[in-house]
């Protein structure tokens, strides 16, 4: 008998369709010359109830951007983002208001993030009072009760934010963001300001988090590692674009994009006799503002040919659930 999860791996959640984000700028004298930044140019995909999606890039690659571009924090230059099957592009700010408990964000910084002002207790309350939910003893039992589902005490909820460790810190986010019983989660770096011990912890709450409660987490970061821990699919980011989307076994044993493979060659073995090739880059990312014509990784790809140059390749599918955007996939 199949668990609910599984089932609910069928019912698509999020839909993102042709999604793109230009940002202008002047340069030259004056500001007289006009441009875009092309921070996420075309994007498409599909994320399923109970899923956890990756999201991996180098710095500056439009991961942190297509995640406030799905929450509707940013307005996309064209494309669709559909939540459970709601154009959440163009919405009307009072009917997107009504469906923002259902979308939450995790933020990268656990020190930033939170108010030094106000103790936990009316951090994590906050989202109830701006949605007109329960208070009083209600209130206090809901309070207790993610304490408790993030590993914290009850008496944590006294205390200020500065009496806390980074760790610490995050399980409080975590437990602002699950207050209203969310079904999307964006983390946004979420353990890449901790240490490697407290990350393990972290990410091992998030997969309870799933497990447990259902829910649907986009999670963008820098390391393969982390990223494959807690997802089922996996998307590569290069320059605005994806280049690679696979479930995330499949994009470890067969990564079929050269700029995948280099990520991979990357991370660090866990023993000195397995060694592994490692596959280093020349030069340096493009600006997204001048964006190469062609492949936008063709400038550092070690197989580019003419028509590399020449022609932006579709990514397409190479394999069931396993899509390339590359001329020559490997």
């Known amino acids: 008998m199949k668990s609910a999860l599984l089932e609910n791996h069928k019912e698509p959640l999020l839909k993102v369709q042709g999604l793109k984000k230009y940002y202008p700028y002047r340069t030259g004298w004056l500001g007289a010359r006009k441009g875009h930044i092309q921070a996420v140019d075309d994007l498409s995909f599909v994320v399923h109830k109970g899923e956890t999606l990756?999201?991996?890039?180098?710095?500056?690659?439009?991961?942190?951007?297509?995640?406030q571009l799905i929450l509707q924090l940013e307005e996309p230059t064209e494309g669709e983002v559909w939540f459970a099957d709601q154009r959440l592009t163009g919405m009307s700010e009072k009917k997107?208001?009504?469906?923002?408990?259902?979308?939450?964000?995790?933020?990268?910084?656990?020190?930033?993030?939170?108010?030094?002002?106000?103790?936990?207790?009316?951090i994590?309350?906050?989202?109830?009072?701006?949605h007109?939910?329960?208070k009083g003893e209600s209130l206090e039992s809901r309070l207790a009760e993610l304490m408790e589902t993030v590993g914290l005490a009850k008496y944590h909820l006294d205390r200020y934010p500065h009496?806390?460790?980074?760790?610490?810190?995050?399980?409080?986010?975590?437990?602002r963001a699950l207050a209203l019983r969310p079904k999307l989660i964006v983390c946004d770096e979420a353990v890449s300001a901790l240490d490697a011990s407290i990350q393990a912890q972290i990410l091992n709450l998030l997969r309870k988090l799933r497990r447990e409660q259902g829910i649907t987490?986009?999670?963008?970061?820098?390391?393969?590692?982390?990223?494959?821990?807690?997802?089922?699919?996996?998307?590569?980011?290069?320059?605005?674009?994806?280049?690679?989307?696979?479930d995330k076994n499949e994009l470890f044993s067969h990564p079929r994009h050269p700029y995948t493979q280099s990520l991979l060659s990357a991370i660090p073995v866990s023993h000195p006799r397995d060694k592994k090739q490692r596959i280093v880059l020349k030069?340096?990312?493009?600006?997204?503002?001048?964006?190469?014509?062609?492949?936008?990784?063709?400038?550092?790809?070690?197989?580019?040919?003419?028509?590399?140059?020449?022609?932006?390749?579709?990514?397409?599918e190479i394999?069931?659930?396993?899509?390339?955007?590359?001329?020559?996939?490997?």
């Open 124 to 130: 994590i309350a906050e989202p109830f009072r701006i």
């Open 217 to 246: 987490f986009i999670f963008i970061a820098h390391g393969l590692a982390s990223v494959k821990f807690v997802s089922d699919k996996i998307a590569v980011m290069y320059l605005g674009k994806i280049v690679e989307l696979a």
């Open 96 to 122: 997107l208001g009504s469906i923002r408990s259902d979308l939450q964000l995790i933020f990268q910084d656990p020190y930033s993030s939170l108010n030094p002002r106000l103790k936990v207790r009316d």
């Open 54 to 67: 990756g999201i991996v890039g180098e710095s500056g690659c439009g991961k942190s951007t297509l995640g």
């Open 163 to 175: 009496e806390f460790s980074g760790g610490q810190r995050q399980r409080i986010s975590i437990a």
């Open 319 to 330: 394999t069931a659930d396993h899509r390339v955007s590359c001329h020559f996939p490997l």
């Open 132 to 134: 007109g939910l329960p």
């Open 283 to 316: 030069g340096d990312v493009p600006s997204p503002s001048n964006p190469p014509n062609g492949c936008r990784f063709h400038t550092r790809c070690p197989i580019a040919q003419e028509i590399c140059r020449n022609q932006s390749p579709e990514l397409r």
